[in-house]
């Protein structure tokens, strides 16, 4: 038992000076110098399903863009029953003079439903340069500049932008699903970035011109994938260019109502990142050190090492915690949640490698090895 205690007591200390420099990372990365540019027109393209808590402030702040250029707003859904329609029609009526399009269109063009809704989607684009960001994605006034600014940086082919999580009402499941995305994958990804061990693309903003989409395939070069946004990721860089990030971080909104709702998703998440990067998936044991303080401090049955190690913890994550909350000007949650939080998180880490399909829009996906969708 000991050696057992022993391990968890190292891990969890390896963890907590792996949250320290997290916290370095996402200050360094978040505070770096903004990139002038020529601002160039664009076609922004949000596919749709549903009318999810909060969709009209997102999509309002799409219309609200301060971008000097012709901005282009095109949406998609599968029906025209659908609920966002509605949300759509609303945005028209307040952004009269605004370019939007609604695209509704039921082909599909492979597994991955989104990705058969920009397919529907870019064939109404009028600019070269696309913007695609998630439906559950809010931005702020100036994000479209500086993403365009970031892709004008010679060299690069793609951009994309990090993240915080914010509640969309007062659900417990939904702040604990807004802490997650802060607090334990913002830290990560900003970390892995800054050290060279990740290059992602994300969902909360990719954005490429209409050539670099051709040479790596289009999006039917990813129509079965479940990682759609890396996968483009990793056809851009095979073409030579890199991936951009600016320095800001957007918002993922959660409505997530039940426990059952944020299992599916955390698990189809983890188990993308378990499908993208399985040596990274793995290694995300460490950032889960204050469940691993408590667990070895118990093993340990309280000896003085191991309340020093578990003290370190809960401070090094108060730390992390306020030191995101102030670079990114977010809270995604009060302190005392983050142990049930951290507990929850190392059950869906260890649940993923159990899953062998996921839910996705109210579908159910079995996977490949290679983490495309089979039915």
């Known amino acids: 038992m000991m050696l057992v205690a022993s391990v968890l007591l190292t891990l969890a200390a390896l963890g907590s000076l792996a949250a320290l420099a997290s916290v370095w990372a996402v200050t360094r990365r978040l505070a770096a110098p903004e990139t002038s540019a020529v601002a160039m027109p664009?076609?922004?393209?949000?596919?749709?399903?549903?009318?999810?808590?909060?969709?009209?402030?997102?999509?309002?702040?799409?219309?609200?863009?301060?971008?000097?250029?012709?901005?282009?707003?095109?949406?998609?859904?599968?029906?025209?029953?659908?609920?966002?329609?509605?949300?759509?029609?609303?945005?028209r009526a307040a952004h009269p003079a605004a370019d939007i399009a609604l695209v509704v269109d039921g082909t599909r063009h492979g597994r991955n439903n989104k990705v058969s809704n920009l397919i529907n989607m870019v064939a109404v684009a009028k600019h070269d340069l696309l913007v695609v960001t998630d439906s559950d994605v809010l931005v702020r006034n100036d994000w479209l500049s500086r993403v365009v600014a970031e892709l004008q940086r010679p060299g690069v082919g793609v951009v994309t932008a990090l993240y915080t999580g914010e509640a969309a009402g007062p659900s417990p499941w939904a702040q604990l699903a807004a802490m997650a995305v802060s607090y334990q994958f913002l830290p990560g990804v900003a970390l892995a970035v800054e050290l060279g061990l990740a290059h992602p693309c994300m969902g909360s903003t990719v954005a490429l011109t209409r050539h670099t989409l051709a040479r790596i395939g289009g999006f039917d070069a990813v129509a079965d994938a479940l990682a759609d946004d890396y996968e483009i990721g990793v056809r851009?860089?095979?073409?030579?260019?890199?991936?951009?990030?600016?320095?800001?971080?957007?918002?993922?909104?959660?409505?997530?109502?039940?426990?059952?709702?944020?299992?599916?998703q955390e698990i189809r998440w983890a188990r993308t990142i378990r499908t993208v990067d399985a040596g990274g998936h793995f290694a995300q044991l460490v950032t889960y050190f204050l469940p691993l303080a408590v667990i070895g401090a118990a093993v340990a049955l309280a000896s003085p090492v191991?309340?020093?190690?578990?003290?370190?913890?809960?401070?090094?994550?108060?730390?992390?915690?306020?030191?995101?909350?102030?670079?990114?000007?977010?809270?995604?949650?009060?302190?005392?949640?983050?142990?049930?939080?951290?507990?929850?998180?190392?059950?869906?880490?260890?649940?993923?490698?159990?899953?062998?399909?996921?839910?996705?829009?109210?579908?159910?996906?079995?996977?490949?090895?290679?983490?495309?969708?089979?039915?």
């Open 306 to 375: 191991s309340l020093v190690v578990l003290a370190a913890a809960f401070g090094v994550r108060a730390l992390q915690k306020y030191r995101i909350d102030a670079a990114t000007a977010t809270d995604s949650g009060p302190f005392w949640l983050l142990p049930l939080r951290d507990f929850l998180s190392l059950g869906v880490w260890a649940g993923s490698y159990f899953v062998r399909s996921v839910d996705w829009r109210g579908a159910r996906h079995r996977l490949s090895a290679g983490g495309d969708m089979l039915d």
């Open 236 to 264: 851009v860089r095979a073409l030579g260019l890199s991936i951009a990030m600016p320095p800001l971080a957007v918002v993922h909104v959660h409505g997530e109502t039940r426990f059952r709702a944020l299992w599916r």
């Open 42 to 91: 664009v076609t922004l393209l949000r596919p749709l399903h549903g009318a999810e808590p909060g969709l009209g402030e997102r999509l309002a702040a799409l219309a609200s863009q301060s971008y000097p250029a012709p901005v282009q707003l095109v949406f998609g859904v599968h029906r025209s029953d659908d609920s966002a329609v509605a949300v759509v029609e609303r945005l």
